[in-house]
């Protein structure tokens, strides 16, 4: 019994120790299940994207296909940014180390054929678990192709070449700062293709292979997706490319003859829509190279002499100044411009009309003003009526003006007139005007401030706020929103968007819109007027000068400025033209009337006609006007003589033929009345050159004579020669010195330099 009782003993334990075994196993299985379990739902759920493109980017390789860029365009369909194909080049260390390529070779033989330091790929390569190094971007056809022959010549497989895309502007530097530039990686950083970037960039495609272990493409597997790059939509802008030639063309040489230290801008608009046609900012620079210093800001900053961090601060900040697009970014005080605004507002409120007398002695006291506030012309107008008060920018006038029509009612047609809103232009940087606080404006004890602000002083607006302004008041009243895009097409031609002429509000009534257009015209039209060197035979111009301190310089600098638009009758364009701090050793008087009145009658002179906007000429003014020269080749001399002289010219001949084989000056130029005419009948006319002379400062009849003693011949612009001897020649299209065909025609600038009617700094 004790025998079979031990044994029934060291059996129960056994039994216990299978249970617990068994129990411990399944609670060992199960929990090892869950933690399995849980492992699994946490790398196919929680963690499936992250282990998916781990998996992606070992078993399968992409290749970006760069879409192309939307091409912009100007208002007539000209091409001023287009994309093209060009190359990147890039290296492999991973696979230079796995086909046991020589790295020196290939960084010696790339850095000759791209111009790349052969350091820094050697440098590159040290990264040897890399698939990508970039050597070289957006490279041309040319190049790309040697860098195959060096690929193919000795078949290496480290050396890659994708396609690319590279953004060119075939018009350079015009109109840059409007259409800005995009960076290495094609994304827009200004003007236009910054702003519609999202319509602009288009959807790069992409080529996706299957890969080994290795990354290697599988032998076997040919598997490959191809997915489409999209090409971007185009842009149509309002710019005119041609309007913008000439606002360009004529501040530039504004820039040379009045040796203007700070830039100068430029702004031309359709009064009726909004719509900017041509916009400048001078210096500017080269789009295709914008990371390049203008000539003007090399100089300035290579004289300073910085070196290091101080010099790379200099450079990026000359950068953005160069880009900077000051026609709507910068403001400055309006000066006597502004003096529009302030008429049409006293019109509208009828303080005043075209019979209020005026008395000007040179100063007026105004209530909390220490000391008179002075009038431009210290000696004083006299009496006056409104529209001479006009011609004259009379600051007395306006000045009693601004406090017949009330702090409250001013500052409430400031308003109207848009002066404290941003305009709303599709581009960015929009600078924000600077006034008095209405407090202190609107102090019933001090009226200084409203005083002087009646004639443009003490505040500051940006160019782009004043223009579209004074386009409401020639337009009949009506506020227009300014834009540079007016349409979006798609690749395919579909018209996306397009961009209608929007009214903001109406400011002023057709009425005294008709008004005040008339009295402008006087400004420019009238001898007594500030404005008359914007004067363009043949056409109705209206506009204001302006004169001010560049309140943002601790020195005496001024800002000089002409607004005008045309035909006074029947308004189309406006024309801003502004010109930073212009040297007074350039011979002539600071002053908008002189100096930037006769540029924006220049420009009127070419963009008007080129709108075909006709002249009219008075029958008096015709027989001064310039006319343009027939071609009279191949006609017998007898029917040449006879065409010529019906149009007023002198005829000169030159052999025994009977027969005209040449011509001075060449058909189709445009020549002063009067000029004499050179026919050749047995020899082509000379080809020798001769030198220009110096013509400023010379009156008409002086500066046609030592033409054509030179055998040269003179186109006049601006004042209509007459016997006075304050009309001289203020400006000339080819400098003197520069040598130039015998017959050439020289366009001269003439202004009345009265400057007792003309105001001055």
């Not at 504004?254 to 041509?278: E, K, R």
Request: net charge negative; proline share 4%.
């Amino acid at each position: 019994m004790d025998v079979a009782g031990k044994k029934t003993n060291k059996l129960k334990p056994n039994r216990q120790i299978i249970r617990r075994t068994l129990f411990l196993m399944i609670v060992c299985g199960i929990l090892s299940f869950v933690v399995l379990l849980f492992q699994l739902y946490k790398i196919q759920i929680l963690e499936h994207s992250k282990w998916e493109s781990e998996a992606i980017e070992q078993q399968v390789r992409e290749t970006v296909i760069n879409a192309s860029r939307g091409t912009i365009y100007d208002t007539n369909m000209k091409i001023l940014a287009m994309s093209a194909t060009v190359d990147t080049v890039f290296i492999s260390p991973i696979e230079m180390l796995k086909y046991e390529e020589d790295p020196s070779l290939i960084a010696s033989g790339l850095s000759e054929i791209l111009g790349v330091s052969y350091e820094s790929i050697m440098e590159k390569w040290e990264d040897t678990k890399s698939w990508y190094k970039t050597v070289a971007v957006k490279i041309e056809q040319e190049v790309s192709d040697k860098v195959r022959e060096f690929k193919n010549e000795h078949k290496l497989k480290s050396v890659h070449i994708v396609e690319d895309t590279k953004r060119y502007y075939p018009y350079s530097s015009l109109a840059s700062q409007v259409i800005g530039f995009v960076g290495i990686d094609n994304k827009g950083l200004e003007g236009v293709e910054a702003v519609y970037e999202k319509y602009l960039r288009g959807l790069n495609g992409r080529i996706v292979r299957a890969t080994s272990s290795e990354g290697t493409d599988m032998l076997f597997n040919k598997y490959e997706d191809y997915f489409d790059a999209v090409e971007g939509n185009a842009l149509v802008l309002t710019l005119d490319t041609t309007i913008q030639y000439y606002l360009e063309k004529h501040i530039e040489q504004a820039i040379n003859d009045y040796m203007v230290q700070n830039g100068a801008v430029g702004i031309v608009m359709d009064v009726n829509t909004g719509a900017v046609l041509a916009m400048c900012t001078l210096p500017d620079y080269d789009l295709n190279n914008y990371l390049e210093l203008n000539d003007a800001a090399k100089v300035e900053l290579e004289e300073q002499g910085l070196e290091g961090d101080a010099y790379n601060a200099a450079l990026t900040e000359a950068l953005q100044n160069q880009w900077r697009n000051r026609s709507i970014s910068d403001t400055y005080e309006p000066g006597s411009t502004f003096k529009i605004i302030t008429l049409a507002s006293c019109l509208e409120e009828g303080v005043v009309n075209p019979d209020t007398d005026f008395y000007c002695k040179g100063s007026i006291d105004v209530k909390g003003r220490k000391g008179p506030l002075h009038c431009w012309r210290h000696a004083g107008h006299g009496s006056q009526n409104l529209v001479s008060a006009t011609q004259h920018s009379c600051n007395v006038a306006f000045t009693t003006m601004g406090l017949m029509l009330g702090a409250d009612k001013f500052y409430e047609y400031v308003r109207s007139f848009g002066f404290m809103d941003s305009t709303g232009i599709d581009l960015n940087g929009e600078g924000k005007s600077i006034w008095w606080p209405d407090s202190q404006f609107k102090n019933p004890d001090n009226l200084s401030s409203l005083a002087v602000a009646s004639f443009g002083q003490t505040f500051n607006i940006t160019p782009l706020q004043l223009i579209s302004a004074v386009s409401a008041v020639a337009n009949g009243g009506y506020l227009m929103e300014p834009y540079v895009v007016k349409q979006i097409v798609s690749p395919e031609g579909e018209i996306l968007l397009s961009r209608e002429p929007r009214v903001i509000r109406q400011v002023i009534s057709e009425e005294t819109s008709a008004r005040v257009c008339e009295i402008l015209e006087s400004v420019v039209g009238s001898k007594e007027g500030t404005g008359k060197n914007a004067y363009v035979e043949g056409y109705r111009i209206a506009g204001k000068t302006g004169t001010s301190e560049d309140v943002g310089q601790m020195t005496d600098e001024y800002i000089v400025s002409f607004v005008g638009f045309a035909p006074a009758d029947d308004p189309k364009i406006a024309v801003l033209v502004l010109l930073d701090n212009p040297s007074p050793d350039s011979g002539i008087p600071i002053s908008g009337g002189f100096m930037a009145a006769p540029v924006v009658g220049n420009i009127f002179s070419d963009v008007l006609p080129y709108m075909g906007v006709e002249p009219v000429y008075s029958e008096d003014n015709s027989k001064k006007a310039d006319i343009t020269l027939p071609g009279v080749k191949n006609m017998s001399v007898e029917e040449a003589k006879e065409k010529l002289k019906a149009l007023g010219f002198k005829v000169q001949i030159e052999g025994g033929g009977d027969t005209v084989i040449d011509q001075i000056p060449i058909a189709n130029v445009n020549v002063a009345a009067g000029s004499t005419i050179i026919l050749y009948t047995e020899t082509g006319r000379p080809t020798n050159l001769v030198t220009v002379p110096d013509l400023f400062d010379m009156s008409y009849s002086k500066a046609r004579e030592t033409l054509e003693q030179a055998g040269l011949y003179i186109r006049s612009s601006g004042v209509i020669p007459s016997g006075s001897n304050t009309i001289v020649v203020a400006r000339q299209s080819i400098e003197k010195g520069n040598e130039v065909s015998i017959g050439s025609v020289i366009e001269v600038t003439l202004i009345d330099r009265d400057q007792s009617i003309i105001e001055t700094a």
